[in-house]
T-cell receptor, first 110, second 117 residues
Framework: GQQVMQIPQYQHVQEGEDFTTYCNSSTTLSNIQWYKQRPGGHPVFLIQ?????EVKKQKRLTFQFGEAKKNSSLHITATQTTDVGTYFCAGSTSTGKLIFGQGTTLQVKP | GAVVSQHPSWVICKSGTSVKIECRSLDFQATTMFWYRQFPKQSLMLMAT?????????EQGVEKDKFLINHASLTLSTLTVTSAHPEDSSFYICSAYLPGPGTETQYFGPGTRLLVL
Protein backbone atom coordinates (compact mmCIF):
# COMPACT_ATOMS: atom_id res chain seq x y z
CA GLY A 1 0.00 0.00 0.00
CA GLN A 2 0.88 3.65 0.01
CA GLN A 3 3.65 4.62 2.38
CA VAL A 4 5.24 7.82 3.53
CA MET A 5 8.74 7.44 4.90
CA GLN A 6 10.17 10.14 7.12
CA ILE A 7 13.75 10.56 8.29
CA PRO A 8 15.47 10.95 10.62
CA GLN A 9 13.48 9.44 13.47
CA TYR A 10 15.30 11.53 16.08
CA GLN A 11 17.45 14.62 15.93
CA HIS A 12 19.29 16.29 18.78
CA VAL A 13 20.67 19.73 18.03
CA GLN A 14 22.28 22.54 19.95
CA GLU A 15 20.14 25.64 20.19
CA GLY A 16 20.93 27.84 17.22
CA GLU A 17 21.73 24.96 14.87
CA ASP A 18 19.58 24.17 11.86
CA PHE A 19 17.30 21.14 11.53
CA THR A 20 15.80 19.34 8.55
CA THR A 21 13.37 16.45 8.26
CA TYR A 22 12.57 14.68 5.00
CA CYS A 23 9.54 12.82 3.71
CA ASN A 24 9.27 10.51 0.76
CA SER A 25 6.11 8.98 -0.61
CA SER A 26 5.83 5.78 -2.61
CA THR A 27 3.19 7.43 -4.79
CA THR A 28 2.36 10.88 -6.13
CA LEU A 29 0.44 12.93 -3.60
CA SER A 30 -2.46 15.29 -3.97
CA ASN A 31 -0.86 17.52 -1.36
CA ILE A 32 1.35 17.20 1.68
CA GLN A 33 0.74 18.57 5.12
CA TRP A 34 3.01 19.13 8.06
CA TYR A 35 2.08 18.85 11.70
CA LYS A 36 3.84 19.48 15.00
CA GLN A 37 3.05 17.50 18.11
CA ARG A 38 4.38 18.61 21.46
CA PRO A 39 4.88 15.95 24.16
CA GLY A 40 1.49 15.07 25.59
CA GLY A 41 -0.31 17.12 22.95
CA HIS A 42 -2.13 16.47 19.71
CA PRO A 43 -0.93 17.16 16.18
CA VAL A 44 -1.22 20.81 15.24
CA PHE A 45 -1.49 21.75 11.59
CA LEU A 46 1.46 23.79 10.34
CA ILE A 47 1.08 24.06 6.59
CA GLN A 48 -0.17 22.48 3.41
CA UNK A 49 1.76 22.29 0.15
CA UNK A 50 -0.18 21.69 -3.03
CA UNK A 51 1.83 22.68 -6.09
CA UNK A 52 4.76 20.87 -7.60
CA UNK A 53 8.01 22.52 -6.47
CA GLU A 54 6.20 24.74 -3.98
CA VAL A 55 8.20 26.45 -1.24
CA LYS A 56 6.57 28.14 1.72
CA LYS A 57 8.07 29.92 4.68
CA GLN A 58 6.80 30.54 8.17
CA LYS A 59 9.34 32.66 10.04
CA ARG A 60 12.26 30.25 10.62
CA LEU A 61 10.47 27.28 9.02
CA THR A 62 10.83 26.51 5.31
CA PHE A 63 8.70 23.85 3.66
CA GLN A 64 9.33 22.37 0.23
CA PHE A 65 7.31 20.08 -2.01
CA GLY A 66 9.20 18.16 -4.66
CA GLU A 67 8.69 18.56 -8.37
CA ALA A 68 7.22 15.08 -8.64
CA LYS A 69 4.96 15.68 -5.62
CA LYS A 70 6.42 12.64 -3.92
CA ASN A 71 8.80 14.20 -1.44
CA SER A 72 8.91 17.10 0.94
CA SER A 73 11.13 18.67 3.54
CA LEU A 74 10.87 20.93 6.55
CA HIS A 75 13.87 23.04 7.47
CA ILE A 76 14.16 25.03 10.67
CA THR A 77 16.80 27.73 10.80
CA ALA A 78 18.50 28.57 14.11
CA THR A 79 16.46 26.24 16.31
CA GLN A 80 15.07 27.41 19.62
CA THR A 81 13.96 25.37 22.63
CA THR A 82 10.37 26.12 21.68
CA ASP A 83 10.87 24.07 18.51
CA VAL A 84 11.01 20.87 20.55
CA GLY A 85 8.44 18.27 19.50
CA THR A 86 7.68 15.69 16.88
CA TYR A 87 7.17 16.85 13.32
CA PHE A 88 4.99 14.73 11.10
CA CYS A 89 4.47 14.94 7.40
CA ALA A 90 1.23 13.56 6.03
CA GLY A 91 0.54 12.85 2.42
CA SER A 92 -2.97 13.42 1.17
CA THR A 93 -4.36 11.01 -1.37
CA SER A 94 -7.10 11.62 -3.90
CA THR A 95 -9.58 9.98 -1.50
CA GLY A 96 -8.83 12.52 1.22
CA LYS A 97 -7.02 10.06 3.45
CA LEU A 98 -3.86 11.20 5.16
CA ILE A 99 -0.91 8.87 5.33
CA PHE A 100 1.41 9.94 8.10
CA GLY A 101 5.13 9.59 8.13
CA GLN A 102 6.76 8.11 11.21
CA GLY A 103 7.64 11.53 12.55
CA THR A 104 10.92 13.17 13.50
CA THR A 105 11.39 14.00 17.14
CA LEU A 106 13.48 17.11 17.67
CA GLN A 107 15.34 17.79 20.89
CA VAL A 108 17.06 21.15 21.32
CA LYS A 109 19.80 21.57 23.90
CA PRO A 110 19.97 25.07 25.34
CA GLY B 1 -8.92 27.64 11.30
CA ALA B 2 -11.71 25.14 11.81
CA VAL B 3 -12.27 23.83 15.34
CA VAL B 4 -12.80 20.20 16.26
CA SER B 5 -13.54 19.08 19.79
CA GLN B 6 -13.29 15.69 21.42
CA HIS B 7 -14.86 14.42 24.60
CA PRO B 8 -13.71 13.12 26.95
CA SER B 9 -10.08 14.16 26.91
CA TRP B 10 -9.15 11.46 29.44
CA VAL B 11 -10.85 8.22 30.38
CA ILE B 12 -9.83 5.42 32.70
CA CYS B 13 -11.97 2.32 32.69
CA LYS B 14 -11.98 -1.26 33.83
CA SER B 15 -11.30 -4.09 31.46
CA GLY B 16 -14.49 -5.31 29.79
CA THR B 17 -16.33 -2.01 29.82
CA SER B 18 -17.24 0.06 26.78
CA VAL B 19 -16.09 3.62 26.22
CA LYS B 20 -17.65 6.18 23.90
CA ILE B 21 -15.61 9.04 22.46
CA GLU B 22 -17.28 12.00 20.74
CA CYS B 23 -15.81 14.08 17.96
CA ARG B 24 -17.50 17.34 16.99
CA SER B 25 -16.79 19.88 14.29
CA LEU B 26 -17.78 23.13 15.94
CA ASP B 27 -17.88 25.64 13.12
CA PHE B 28 -18.31 23.64 9.94
CA GLN B 29 -20.13 20.58 8.65
CA ALA B 30 -18.11 17.49 7.94
CA THR B 31 -19.57 14.65 5.94
CA THR B 32 -16.37 12.77 6.55
CA MET B 33 -14.41 12.34 9.75
CA PHE B 34 -11.42 10.14 10.42
CA TRP B 35 -10.41 8.22 13.51
CA TYR B 36 -6.77 7.62 14.35
CA ARG B 37 -4.93 5.79 17.09
CA GLN B 38 -1.48 6.74 18.33
CA PHE B 39 0.64 4.58 20.60
CA PRO B 40 3.45 6.20 22.61
CA LYS B 41 6.34 7.43 20.47
CA GLN B 42 4.63 6.23 17.31
CA SER B 43 2.90 7.88 14.41
CA LEU B 44 -0.82 8.26 13.85
CA MET B 45 -2.46 5.19 12.37
CA LEU B 46 -5.73 5.60 10.55
CA MET B 47 -8.38 3.31 12.01
CA ALA B 48 -11.45 4.18 10.00
CA THR B 49 -13.24 6.70 7.84
CA UNK B 50 -16.55 7.86 9.23
CA UNK B 51 -19.15 8.95 6.69
CA UNK B 52 -22.31 10.79 7.69
CA UNK B 53 -25.37 8.68 7.11
CA UNK B 54 -23.52 5.55 6.03
CA UNK B 55 -21.32 2.81 7.40
CA UNK B 56 -17.77 3.55 8.37
CA UNK B 57 -14.91 2.19 6.32
CA UNK B 58 -12.31 0.41 8.41
CA GLU B 59 -8.63 0.03 7.66
CA GLN B 60 -7.13 -3.40 7.36
CA GLY B 61 -6.60 -5.02 10.74
CA VAL B 62 -9.12 -2.86 12.62
CA GLU B 63 -12.03 -4.83 14.06
CA LYS B 64 -15.28 -3.11 13.17
CA ASP B 65 -17.21 -4.94 15.89
CA LYS B 66 -14.78 -3.74 18.52
CA PHE B 67 -14.52 -0.13 17.37
CA LEU B 68 -18.05 0.98 16.60
CA ILE B 69 -18.34 4.21 14.68
CA ASN B 70 -21.49 6.25 14.29
CA HIS B 71 -21.68 9.45 12.24
CA ALA B 72 -25.25 10.49 12.92
CA SER B 73 -24.98 14.14 11.96
CA LEU B 74 -22.78 16.47 9.94
CA THR B 75 -21.05 17.67 13.09
CA LEU B 76 -20.75 14.57 15.25
CA SER B 77 -19.01 11.23 14.99
CA THR B 78 -18.64 8.79 17.85
CA LEU B 79 -16.19 5.97 18.41
CA THR B 80 -17.15 3.28 20.91
CA VAL B 81 -14.46 0.93 22.12
CA THR B 82 -16.43 -2.14 23.14
CA SER B 83 -15.26 -4.56 25.82
CA ALA B 84 -12.07 -2.61 26.25
CA HIS B 85 -8.89 -4.41 27.22
CA PRO B 86 -5.52 -3.06 28.40
CA GLU B 87 -4.09 -3.37 24.90
CA ASP B 88 -6.70 -0.85 23.73
CA SER B 89 -5.07 1.80 25.89
CA SER B 90 -3.97 4.48 23.49
CA PHE B 91 -4.40 8.04 22.31
CA TYR B 92 -7.44 8.28 20.02
CA ILE B 93 -7.64 11.29 17.73
CA CYS B 94 -10.37 12.29 15.32
CA SER B 95 -10.25 14.69 12.44
CA ALA B 96 -12.88 16.41 10.36
CA TYR B 97 -12.35 16.62 6.64
CA LEU B 98 -12.76 19.70 4.50
CA PRO B 99 -12.64 18.79 0.80
CA GLY B 100 -11.10 20.92 -1.89
CA PRO B 101 -9.57 20.58 -5.36
CA GLY B 102 -6.14 19.43 -4.27
CA THR B 103 -6.39 21.45 -1.05
CA GLU B 104 -8.32 18.97 1.06
CA THR B 105 -7.46 19.36 4.73
CA GLN B 106 -8.16 17.55 7.95
CA TYR B 107 -8.63 19.42 11.20
CA PHE B 108 -7.70 17.40 14.25
CA GLY B 109 -9.38 17.22 17.61
CA PRO B 110 -7.33 17.40 20.81
CA GLY B 111 -7.45 13.64 21.29
CA THR B 112 -8.72 11.26 23.97
CA ARG B 113 -6.33 9.31 26.15
CA LEU B 114 -7.79 5.94 27.10
CA LEU B 115 -6.34 3.83 29.88
CA VAL B 116 -7.86 0.41 30.42
CA LEU B 117 -7.02 -1.21 33.73
Amino acid sequence: GQQVMQIPQYQHVQEGEDFTTYCNSSTTLSNIQWYKQRPGGHPVFLIQLVKSGEVKKQKRLTFQFGEAKKNSSLHITATQTTDVGTYFCAGSTSTGKLIFGQGTTLQVKP
Amino acid sequence: GAVVSQHPSWVICKSGTSVKIECRSLDFQATTMFWYRQFPKQSLMLMATSNEGSKATYEQGVEKDKFLINHASLTLSTLTVTSAHPEDSSFYICSAYLPGPGTETQYFGPGTRLLVL
